[in-house]
């Protein structure tokens, strides 16, 4: 299976393995679709603007395919969905945000992978308007009948989801409507002001639970934040509220492992950037609430240099693990979460976990189905990555760089030797059992080594500052 992130980044998905291929000609941003063959080959992208086929080239009739300007960047802003009991057709539904008198719409067109010689085009007179006022939330699964699929939308203002049927036909745009959980509610009355609809909504690989999110606003009032799990019928479409998990600050990213146990949500506040897992395996709504712990966090300051950086959209991999989109405009790392049906710590978090050079990822992921074609999403079992002891990021440091420490809580001792071994700098920083911030600022160019230090020497590490 393919991703397709960033700045044209490229990832095919295999048992064990993730291999970064050579970058598309064109950028992607937030949630954006591709979709494979049941052999695993690529065979098409729905970005925010176009339909690209697997060579990169945009499709004959795929240039800005919609009714209206061309779509912006959404948390989940497209997804493609087979079309039953054919070979060759497929659903593609994009959210549009900023058009419609600032009221989001949904918009769908087919595309035939049989026209224009095998690389694909959209059918003639597919492309429909439909589904008003919506948030970025847009997903789906298989129906529980084997063949059929659910495109699930959530409604803005309302309590109100959306799951549309992709049959034989293709999509029916009458929806099946369920009322459950809280509403996203807009908190400004100007209507250019398209508050509290961003965040992930994700099914479960079963597909009979849906986990959603939602960033709170702060200014000029706030807007509570949204973090709740609900079960869904995949014989009816219909939606049913399960229970909340209260005490998270914006979030954006949330995703289940593998296998449906647990749930990790990516937030901050005003002391960590986080990642946080619950135990579904629980039956207590409170034990689950309870069962709440913090997998990842990184400090919270406001140097302007690597805050950005942080944890966000959460996408479960083909192989298994999930991988964490790290918000940072030049970044080129995904981290990963290993061994997500792992409990507490053991789910081997690992910051510096798929390296995408020499493209960006532009703080976007991949929008699919996890399991389509009647295969299972998860393609095999993977042996654990060994998470470094010490790891720096950004390394050559201009400003501020994040140490990498798991397990590490508490002041450390932090000396900075130059090139010929001479400490030049001496400082005791918190470490939050994650790893802690360094500044760089105050130091010269060079190469040094970096020795920590609590009670005992803990470790050592090289880093170059380069201003």
């Known amino acids: 299976m393919h991703w397709v992130v960033g700045d044209g980044a490229h990832i095919v998905h295999e048992p064990n393995a993730a291999t970064v291929l050579a970058p598309f000609p064109f950028v992607t941003a937030e949630g954006q679709g591709a979709i494979s063959d049941p052999e695993g080959n690529l065979l098409f992208i729905a970005n925010h603007q176009n339909l690209y086929n697997r060579q990169g080239d945009i499709m004959p009739n795929g240039t800005g395919p919609f009714t209206h300007e061309p779509f912006g960047d959404l948390t989940q802003g497209s997804i493609i969905v087979p079309v ?233 991999g083909p192989d298994g693990r999930i991988y964490v989109t790290r918000v940072y405009s030049t970044l080129s790392w995904f981290a990963i979460i290993d061994q997500p049906d792992s409990l507490g710590a053991a789910c081997n978090f690992i910051w510096n976990g798929l390296d995408l050079a020499p493209t960006s990822l532009n703080g976007s992921h991949c929008n699919q189905l996890k399991r389509y074609h009647d295969s299972p999403y998860a393609a095999g079992i993977h042996v654990p990555a060994e998470r470094p002891p010490l790891n720096l990021f950004p390394n050559p440091i201009s400003t501020t760089t994040w140490l990498d420490a798991n397990g590490l809580r508490g002041p450390v001792q932090v000396d900075w030797h130059d090139a010929i071994g001479r400490i030049v700098r001496t400082e005791r920083v918190t470490a939050n059992g994650f790893g802690l911030l360094l500044d760089a600022r105050a130091l010269g160019d060079g190469i040094y080594t970096i020795h920590l230090r609590q009670h005992q020497q803990i470790g050592a590490i090289k880093a170059v500052v380069q201003h």
């Open 84 to 316: 039953p009991g054919t070979i060759d057709i497929y659903e593609v539904v994009y959210l549009n945000s900023r058009t419609y008198e600032y009221w989001p719409k949904a918009e769908h067109l087919r595309v035939d992978m049989s026209l224009d010689g095998g690389l694909g085009d959209v059918m003639p007179g597919t492309h429909e308007v439909f589904g008003d006022s919506v948030t970025e939330k847009l997903t789906a699964t298989p129906h529980g009948n084997g063949v059929d699929y659910w495109v699930l939308m959530n409604r803005w203002d309302t309590d109100e989801f959306r799951a549309y049927l992709v049959s034989g036909t293709g999509l029916d745009t009458v929806p099946v409507v369920s009322h459950a959980g809280s509403a996203h509610t807009r908190f400004y009355i100007l209507p250019n002001q398209n508050n509290n609809f961003q965040g992930q909504m994700k099914f479960n690989v079963a597909g009979d639970r849906i986990a959603l999110t939602t960033p709170n606003s702060t200014s000029p009032q706030p807007a509570p934040p949204i973090t709740q799990l609900f079960n869904f019928d995949d014989n009816t479409g219909s939606v049913s509220y399960r229970m909340s998990f209260p005490g998270h600050q914006g979030c954006y990213g949330i995703e289940f492992s593998g296998d449906g146990t647990k749930l990790y949500v990516s937030g901050m506040d005003s002391v960590e950037h986080y990642v946080d897992q619950y135990d579904l395996s629980l039956d207590d709504t409170l034990a689950i609430q309870n069962s709440r712990t913090r997998v990842y966090a990184l400090v919270h300051t406001s140097l302007p240099d690597p805050p950005a950086d942080r944890p966000n959209a959460l996408t479960l």
